[in-house]
């Protein structure tokens, strides 16, 4: 079992919707990373986050440390926000980041 | 700040060759990483540097690869002799100065898609 699991592995939206990928993580972290790849291959780190929400602009992201899980969010998708986006975690002061297998986001006009 | 710089961006190359990965940080970012990112594997950490120095090299393949950073500002990543299987993106990243855990950003590079035929 992978010790990051994302869902869902494909989402396709309209554009306008609220979009939500999941993220569930099995071992104690001290951060998590959301990261955004497009399809060109360049990887932007969104969001790091130890507790509670995040915001920046139309996406938020929010974590419970009790249950392990965290989500992101997107409000009024648009195409552009189509790419791979990226659940990571980091251990202890070690800085390595172990990576789900990411959620590829296609949003359509 | 430029940003991450990687090069070269696209490498193509024998089974059997060497080949040499480069990367340049963001300056006074003083931990380094490189990740390999393939179809079957998602992105996984190869090794990273902290002020230079290897702290974690587990992720390091097998004796074929080898990464050194000789100075804050350069990183290489090598491997001799190359094979088909080690087709990949590989990625640099830096990110900046820790504090008690280092959770900081990371700032990517833009990768370098090899290709070993």
């Known amino acids: 079992k992978n010790e990051v699991e994302q869902s869902p592995q494909n989402l396709t939206a309209q554009e306008g919707e609220f979009i939500t990928i999941n993220c569930s993580y099995s071992?104690?972290?001290?951060?998590l990373h959301w990261l955004q790849q497009h399809p060109g291959g360049g990887i932007v780190s969104l969001f790091m986050l130890s507790s509670g929400k995040k915001k920046h602009g139309r996406l938020i992201a929010t974590i419970n440390i009790q249950e392990k899980h965290s989500s992101l969010h997107i409000t009024a998708s648009h195409p552009r926000d189509s790419a791979v986006y990226i659940c990571?975690?980091?251990?202890?002061?070690?800085?390595?980041?172990?990576f789900g297998k990411g959620t590829k986001l296609s949003v359509k006009p | 700040d430029a940003g991450v710089i990687q090069s070269p961006r696209h490498e193509v190359t024998e089974m059997g060759q060497e080949v040499t990965l480069r990367c340049k940080p963001i300056?006074?970012?003083?931990?380094l990483f490189w990740y390999r990112q393939t179809m079957m594997r998602g992105l996984e950490l190869l090794i990273y540097?902290?002020?230079?120095?290897?702290?974690?090299d587990s992720g390091m393949p097998e004796d074929r690869f080898s990464a050194k950073m000789p100075n804050a500002s350069f990183s290489t990543l090598k491997i001799q002799p190359s094979e088909p299987r080690d087709s990949a993106v590989y990625f640099c990243?830096?990110?900046?100065?820790?504090?008690?855990?280092?959770?900081?950003?990371?700032?990517f590079g833009e990768g370098s898609r090899l290709t070993v035929l």
């Open positions: 540097f902290n002020n230079n120095v290897p702290i974690d």
């Open positions: 990571a975690v980091s251990r202890g002061s070690q800085g390595n980041l172990i």
């Open positions: 300056s006074g970012h003083d931990y």
């Open positions: 071992v104690g972290i001290s951060a």
């Open positions: 990243a830096s990110s900046f100065p820790t504090g008690l855990f280092n959770t900081g950003e990371l700032f």
